[in-house]
């Protein structure tokens, strides 16, 4: 049986015999950016009518290239320091 399939028969028997309204997995690579080896899948099942979107949502974010990250941050260091409410170590 394949990953996928793995995957997919775990969503199922979590719908169908624990009852979660939403079940949904999320493949996990060896490399960033969706690019390389599916290691394995975290697999996500909730109730909550949220869940879902919030999970895509933190998932999505986390496969990011770190290069955006690194600009976010950066940016708020500056608003940090131009507030002068915390004092920051210079990098």
């Given at each position: ?8 028969l ?20 060896q ?53 002068d ?7």
């Open positions: 049986m394949h990953r996928e399939e793995r995957a997919m775990v969503v199922d028997r979590l719908r169908g015999e624990l009852k979660y309204k939403y079940a949904r997995p999320y493949p996990i690579y490399r960033e950016e969706r690019e390389g080896f599916c290691m394995y899948y975290m697999i996500h099942a909730s109730d909550h009518p949220a869940a879902s979107s919030l999970m895509v949502r933190a998932y999505d974010r986390v496969l990011k290239p770190k290069e955006e990250f690194q600009m976010a941050f950066a940016n708020f260091e500056e608003l940090i320091r131009a507030t409410e915390v004092d920051l170590p210079a990098r």
